[in-house]
Nanobody, 125 residues
Framework: QVQLVESGGGLVQAGDSLRLSCAISGRTSLYAMGWFRQAPGKEREFVAAIRWSAGTTFYTDSVKGRFTVSRDIAKNTVYLQMNSLKSEDTAVYYC???????????????????WGQGTQVTVSS
């Protein structure tokens, strides 16, 4: 069983930065990882994805140039560095994983098998 534990959320002001972490149990070499978010009253949406082995990344347009997804192989941890935060980034952020040999990144909710509990990010304007 894979467990994902997120941390790093909080309350910040617009323009500030935060780094979210997602610690993963078990073997990670065949995992596709993703970050999603869900704002109040809205559907969960894709934010960023990374292939664990190759480090290939992909972002939704609204966060390109501001967010960076990365992984630390030794620590079995995926990060989401969020810079220049805006009020519209306020949401619960979720880490997701899928064990797959495919080399592509995954961008839809239904493609992922495992989810973390979420961490709240609040950006005040």
């Amino acid at each position: 069983q894979v467990q994902l534990v997120e941390s790093g959320g909080g309350l910040v002001q617009a323009g500030d930065s935060l780094r979210l972490s997602c610690a993963i149990s078990g073997r990670t070499s065949l995992y596709a990882m993703g970050w999603f978010r869900q704002a109040p009253g809205k559907e969960r949406e894709f934010v960023a994805a990374i292939r664990w082995s190759a480090g290939t990344t992909f972002y939704t347009d609204s966060v390109k140039g501001r967010f960076t997804v990365s992984r630390d192989i030794a620590k079995n941890t995926v990060y989401l560095q969020m810079n220049s935060l805006k009020s519209e980034d306020t949401a619960v952020y979720y880490c997701a994983a899928k064990r797959t040999a495919a080399t592509i990144v995954l961008v839809t909710i239904k493609e992922y098998d495992y989810w973390g509990q979420g961490t709240q990010v609040t950006v005040s304007s």
